[in-house]
DNA sequence: TTGAAAGCGATACCAA
DNA sequence: TTGGTATCGCTTTCAA
């Protein structure tokens, strides 16, 4: 029998004397000086000899010291503006994403945190240059951007940190740009497994048809890159023929797709990488021809938890909504504040869904 | 061009006449009573006048007061006690387990919450129940248990609830014990996962070898159901054949193959749907007739994410080990204050891995 | 270069 | 049944 006085084990630090946590009257105490000075040595204000930031510095460490920023929050009555810069379509996926944003907004507003959304014409990267010029320091501490990739937009995310602004990338990542954070998927990863799944569910030859969205879409281009590395080791007798651009655009997927299939009658499986799969749904449902052909898509959204569902679709590549915007959100609190975050919890997982693994 | 003056739109709830939001403060001079009163209506506290407390409660709904829980956690020097109760295996999985909470255990300390642990002999209900029964309600304000399912539990659970502890039921659950809530995956939707990544892999017919830890674990013995049903409905060539009780232990597992493979010499596919998975590997390792048997585990560990890298593993079914403490943490404080939370954002995700999409 | 004291939004004790 | 007021841990004037 387990001895009654410990049975289980209380897993924080362990103070060494006190009980309770040292706040800022014990350094003050401790370090002999009054609680303003604590606070400028605290937030690294001005007009302080060093040998008193020396004394305070001694205290902090002595008391094993850690802040208590809710508390310092509620007297800095301090509250985080974020902006999301997203494309203005109609996708699906983009809808989750503004979903998300809205109805997390709504809760973060009680822990003073204000999100506000500006819309940039899809694939124009003038426009996403003219959006993120346009942002004043004064009014935002933080700004996460889904953009298509070019120097142009490179450039004014750089602009935008200079004012002293953090910024995330959302889901396609701008490199070089200096973003302070990159939030999504490894898109190349994310290629390759669809790729392998694409090349195990296949039991026939035949060739493989991949759509895309555009060519300055970072994301669309990275799945291709490791969808094709994969197919290439792995599956050399499937044969990647045409890589449609879709624009994101459903209509024009729909049209597209009958002079692929005339051009390519031996068509066995379909990595859309990009969105717009309802283009893809529709044409599928269509045509007979295309039933044993393994389809694998991104994103799960009504829609294509439906085409899952059916059968229409064999898997779905995925990224979390509500993941994403949260982590932007923490990311971007973090980044303003400089302090730590947690990588584990703000890796966003390449999910993988089956009709069977689902939420309901 | 859009006009310079709206070009976001602030998404949190705008408020009517107000800048600022109200505080109790607020509510007092609009009740016309004191701050006191306030806050007796505001907790429900004993000793209001129902007028006085419509009073209040009119000013509340007329300034759409939302409080600050924030501050009042720091007014009320709030704490959480909460417990973790695990199995004492040696298991990765509960290794995981176990580091997260010791991990956010640090964490969270800085955030009013202190994690313990308490661990009871693994498929042995009457320890749990023993370790159920000591907690005092004095000291902790929620509990989070991983445990077999035995009727006796239950009722332990049950008493624990009664004494005013929250209760949520970590990976197996323990349904009809009255726990606030189940965290982890549904798995019976996971068994069915496994199987059908299992039918469509396998190329070849054969026999399907069935590997589970105890007859009292629930998640086991619900992932086998799904695994059945799906096997049977789908891929009805494929035939489930042995079901070998591994008790989690490496080493059983590892004696108990051979017989097995000498019994059955058609197996083409392996579903590990509990620990041990060591004892699998090894044997997997030195049988050259096992090589082309398709193979899924359960819950991605740094030896399951090796036998995926090595291809003695083809799928692994897997719940986030950070994710279930989180929600854990989140349910109980959130049980405890009788506040709402995220349905969302506590769901745990049924992952899918395979090489290619594995953390690095 | 430093300190005293008044908040931040909410809770809780002591009187009335 | 009520109200006044100190307090939580930290920040921020305003004076000295």
Partial sequence: MRSPRKWWTKLSKPRLKVVAKPTVNDIARVAGVSLATVDRVLNERPGVRSVTIKKVHAAIAELGYIRDTAAANLARRRVYNLLFVL????????????TQIEEQAEK???????????LAAPFDAQDFVAVLDRIDPSDTDGVAVFSPET???????KRVRDKGIAVVTLVSDLPSSERDHFVGIDNVSAGRTAAQLMGRFIRRPGKILFITGSRFARDHLERRQGFDLVMNEEFPELEVVASVEGRDDPDLIHSLLPEVFENHPNICGIYSSAAGNEGL????????????IVVIGHELTPLSQDALRTGVFDAVISQDSGHLVRSCVRLLRATADSAPYNPAQERIRIDIYIKENMPP
Avoid: G, H, M, W
Avoid at 87 to 98: H, S
Avoid at 281 to 292: G, Y
């Fill in 87 to 98: 494309p203005d379509t109609e996708n699906e996926f983009v809808a989750a994403l503004r």
């Fill in 108 to 118: 973060l507003s009680n822990d003073r945190t204000e999100l506000s959304l500006a």
């Fill in 151 to 157: 120097p142009s937009v490179r450039d004014a995310v």
């Fill in 281 to 292: 749904i529709r044409f599928l449902k269509d045509n007979r021809a295309a039933e044993d």
